[in-house]
């Protein structure tokens, strides 16, 4: 089981509303090249988003289903991955100070995906939540550095 995290340098609800905007989805989530809502409010429980994964010339359309939501705080979605199967990926955001520590924890639930996960898949994994991570903290870092319009100021990094 893949488990990784990343202390966020922005408040809490910052990465909270980044998680809870579905057409944001493809900004921070690796390989996929764009994301729309598709079945209800995002991130109520039940609802989905489609997104698109291209690999050279092909590209593949697959959805993603909101299976647990506790406003600001959890996040568990089901992914789609056509034969590959399914996946588990939950994300749980705690404030830590003024920042926000993200973890990811993600496993395949059905299909070839959950039939060949081993330690030797572990790598690529936590390879991809490392530069989904470093994304979503790009985003939210971004988007906190505005609240309503204004310029919001960090504390310098040491």
Not at 81 to 103: F, K, M, Y
Not at 122 to 129: A, D, K, T, V
Request: overall charge negative.
């Amino acid at each position: 089981m893949a488990v990784r995290h990343r202390l966020i340098r922005t408040a809490p609800e910052n990465v909270w509303t980044v998680l809870a905007d579905g057409s944001r989805y493809a900004e921070w989530v690796v390989g996929t090249a764009s994301s729309t809502p598709v079945r209800g409010t995002w991130p109520e429980l039940g609802a989905a988003l489609e997104y698109e994964v291209r690999l050279g010339p092909l590209s593949f359309t697959n959805e993603t289903v909101v299976r647990r939501c506790v406003e600001g705080s959890v996040l568990e979605l089901e992914a789609h991955a056509g034969p590959l199967g399914t996946a588990r990926i939950a994300i749980e955001l705690r404030s830590w100070g003024e920042h926000a520590l993200v973890i990811v924890d993600e496993h395949p639930l059905q299909g070839a995906g959950s039939a060949l996960h081993n330690a030797a898949v572990e790598p690529i994994i936590q390879l991809r939540h490392r530069a989904m991570l470093a994304r979503l903290a790009k985003v939210c870092e971004e988007t906190g550095d505005a609240i309503d319009g204004h310029p919001v100021a960090r504390p310098a990094m040491s």
